[in-house]
């Protein structure tokens, strides 16, 4: 079955400090790829997402992510964090294929925490 | 603008008791989709509409969980008999179609006693 893994679960990091979550799916088709984070108290809001084209997206919050389909990546990126990034985020990946559902597949999350 | 709303934001049940969770999609948006986040579980994929069609119902746990979209807007879940296991938040989200970034709702958390 297709899946989608974060590879770190809980991330602590100081301020300004540089960011790099993981994200590896298992789908050897088409895919569009989001990352999604949800702030303390907060509902799910998409942060970014690649659909096709340049390989490297940019979001709000001065956060990036690069797909890398020889590998099967897709990892979050921000040279330097604030306290206001502690959240957690998610990974989804929705495949592009005839039978389409739109369902996103979620990793399970990393729970970021930056020290002020 | 208005973002997806889902109602109530909170629901504490008697296990046993039927439960009508709803949600309200962004203005627009054709496709409504309902996902389920729980600790065990993480965010699972449990139905989408396509307009008030929902082709596929195979992501919805047991025949306890029925969806249903009226107008092409209003969709509401629906959970018969509940058990404690059902506990969960129970999410919505919508796109302005099936191919389409999807935006969420702040969801229902559900709790059965």
């Known amino acids: 079955a297709q899946s989608v893994s974060q590879h770190n679960h809980h991330v602590i990091l100081s301020e300004a400090a540089s960011l790099e979550l993981g994200c590896n799916y298992s789908?050897?088709?088409?895919?569009?790829l989001f990352w999604y984070v949800q702030y303390p108290g907060q509902h799910l809001q998409l942060l970014l997402k690649y659909f096709s084209g340049d390989p490297l997206v940019k979001g709000i919050k001065g956060f990036e992510a690069e797909f890398i389909k020889s590998k099967f990546s897709f990892n979050l990126r921000k040279p330097s964090v604030q306290w206001s990034d502690t959240a957690e985020y998610f990974c989804?990946?929705?495949?592009?294929?005839?039978?389409?559902?739109?369902?996103?597949?979620f990793g399970q999350g990393t729970t970021l925490q930056v020290k002020p | 603008g208005a973002g997806v709303s889902q109602s109530p934001s909170n629901k504490v049940t008697e296990k046993g008791k039927d439960v009508e969770l709803r949600c309200d999609p962004i203005?627009?948006?054709?496709?409504l989709y309902w996902y389920r986040q729980s600790l065990g579980q993480g965010l699972e994929f449990l139905i989408y509409f396509q307009g008030n069609s929902a082709p596929d119902k195979s992501g919805l746990p047991s025949d306890r969980f029925s969806a249903e979209r009226t107008g092409g807007s209003v969709s509401t879940l629906t959970i018969q008999r509940t058990q404690q296991e059902d506990s969960a938040v129970y999410l919505c989200a919508s796109s302005f179609e099936l191919d389409y970034e999807q935006y969420f709702g702040p969801g229902t958390r559900l709790t059965v006693t």
């Open positions: 789908y050897g088709g088409t895919v569009n």
């Open positions: 203005s627009g948006h054709t496709a």
């Open positions: 989804a990946v929705k495949l592009r294929r005839t039978s389409n559902t739109g369902k996103l597949i």
